[in-house]
């Protein structure tokens, strides 16, 4: 048995062992790694609780939901219900992970399909920089397949106890915001695409449920402005996999995206290549075609395109994410960073993180939780903890990737050893580590030459309008 740093009460199974485009400056967030201790739990209890088990239901079984569910599953005095419509789903997703998520969630090593150890960032005048001469030889970055680790984590919250659905969850409906509530669903049988209309009664709800979630529609947890990622898996010869064996290249510029990055990213026996935008969703085939057009010669005269996936992305946290009993978790909460568009971690570790506050809430199973209380360990915690990471990388992305001259400095300012240094070290490990003052001046003037010369050198953007869609949000 192998215990979790962040869940020491709880065993583990004994396993051994979205690739972060911010590849600059996220060490900025220097306020990263305060934590706040959990508040104390009342003693009353609801006279109903001793009666039976807590009914706990996570909608979503991706890593937000999966984390959650494990959790839940392991505690005392508490049922776990883990909804999920597709057991196989396979979410588009770049599908990268930090070094420190394989220990901490104890994933075995055949999850990753990639060890990424070299990155190539273009700029929109083609001018390619090397990153990665600074990581040590056991330091990598995971890239890997959503369904692999997906069923995985799922596969691991049944074990601990977790009931799996395989269905879709309809509504959620409740007299009270404090419960109980009932969710109302379709449930599929294997073999029959059909499914049968079902409820249940819980008392806690977490919303693990993606981007367009509808526990957070329920609750009336407000909206948000979303991204379009485009991604297509592509199969490409053996002699061009090759050069992507532990690579992965990052485009930036104006006909890839008006706002964000192109990727081509390596998985398992394929490349995964793709774009995102949120102020231009509807020109989102353009932005892919052109990353196609960039990246053509790596791939080869006959790339053969297996999968197109696409997606909506949060661009930042929902107005409300905890309403009575119900909290939101991952892409339902918002947990997508800006300039990098990483995902996966803040997910299983918003999952966890809830999870883990609202079992000690319950006081052994014997109580349950309200809207402040979980507000006041789970919400303080996560946003103590990961609030300046999300400020920062959303500053970076308002100043770098707006044009071409800022992209050009972009990618100029990543030739620097302290800035890969300093910032795969930051993302690697999520928290920041051994920032040098005297570097850090250095830079600056760094940064206002890079931002001179890019302008010099690039190439206006391209207009585009379109009012009404731009105002569309999930």
Not at 305 to 333: N, S, T, Y
Request: aromatic fraction near 8%.
């Amino acid at each position: 048995i192998v215990s979790r740093p962040d869940c020491p009460s709880f065993p583990a199974p004994a396993t051994s062992d979205r690739i972060s485009a911010s590849v600059m400056l996220s060490f900025s967030a220097a306020a990263l790694g305060l934590n706040l201790g959990a508040a104390p739990a009342p003693i009353v209890s609801r006279a109903a609780v001793s009666m039976g088990p807590i009914r706990v239901a996570v909608v979503g079984g991706g890593p937000a939901g999966a984390c959650a569910a494990e959790i839940f599953a392991q505690a005392p005095n508490i049922e776990c219900t883990m909804f999920e419509r597709k057991m196989d789903n396979c979410k588009p997703c770049g599908g990268a992970i930090p070094l420190c998520m394989v220990e901490e969630f104890s994933l075995p090593p055949d999850i990753v399909d990639r060890r990424v150890r070299k990155m190539k960032m273009i700029s929109p005048s083609g001018r390619e920089v090397d990153v990665g001469r600074t990581l040590k030889e056991d330091e990598y970055i995971g890239m890997l397949r959503r369904e692999v680790m997906d069923k995985y984590l799922r596969d691991r919250a049944v074990q601990f106890g977790a009931t799996p659905v395989n269905g879709l969850v309809q509504k959620v409906e409740f007299a009270d915001t404090d419960g109980p509530y009932t969710i109302k669903y379709t449930k599929y049988e294997e073999g029959t695409p059909k499914g049968t209309p079902a409820e249940a009664e819980f008392d806690i709800i977490v919303g693990a449920d993606g981007a367009n979630s509808r526990t957070a529609k329920a609750i009336d947890a407000g909206e948000y402005n979303y991204a379009i990622a485009f991604q297509e898996r592509i199969k490409i010869a053996d002699e061009k996999m090759a050069y992507y064996e532990d690579l992965a290249e990052m485009y930036v510029g104006d006909d890839v995206s008006p706002d964000f990055y192109a990727w081509v990213f390596p998985k398992y026996d394929h490349v995964g290549v793709g774009t995102g935008t949120v102020v231009n969703r509807p020109a989102i085939s353009e932005y892919q075609a052109a990353i196609r057009e960039r990246c053509a010669e790596k791939l080869g005269p006959d790339p053969k395109v297996m999968k197109v996936e696409a997606h909506p992305i949060p661009e930042h946290m929902r107005p409300r994410r905890v309403v009575g009993r119900v909290a939101l978790v991952g892409d339902a909460a918002g947990y997508v960073t800006k300039c990098s568009g990483e995902g996966i971690y803040f997910a299983a570790k918003s999952g966890r993180m809830a999870a883990q506050e609202i079992v000690a809430l319950t006081a052994g199973g014997s109580r349950l939780p309200t809207e402040q209380e979980i507000k006041d360990t789970y919400l303080k915690k996560f946003d103590q903890k990961y609030g300046p990471t999300y400020l920062v990388l959303d500053i970076l992305q308002k100043v770098f990737y707006t044009n071409n001259g800022a992209r050009e400095a972009f990618v100029d300012m990543c030739a620097s050893d302290y800035v890969q240094k300093v910032t795969f070290d930051s993302y690697l490990y999520k928290k920041v580590q051994g920032n040098n003052p005297l570097d850090d001046v250095k830079l600056l003037f760094n940064t206002i030459g890079s931002v001179i010369k890019g302008n010099a050198i690039a190439s206006p953007d391209k207009t585009f309008s379109n009012p009404v869609e731009s105002l569309k949000r999930l």
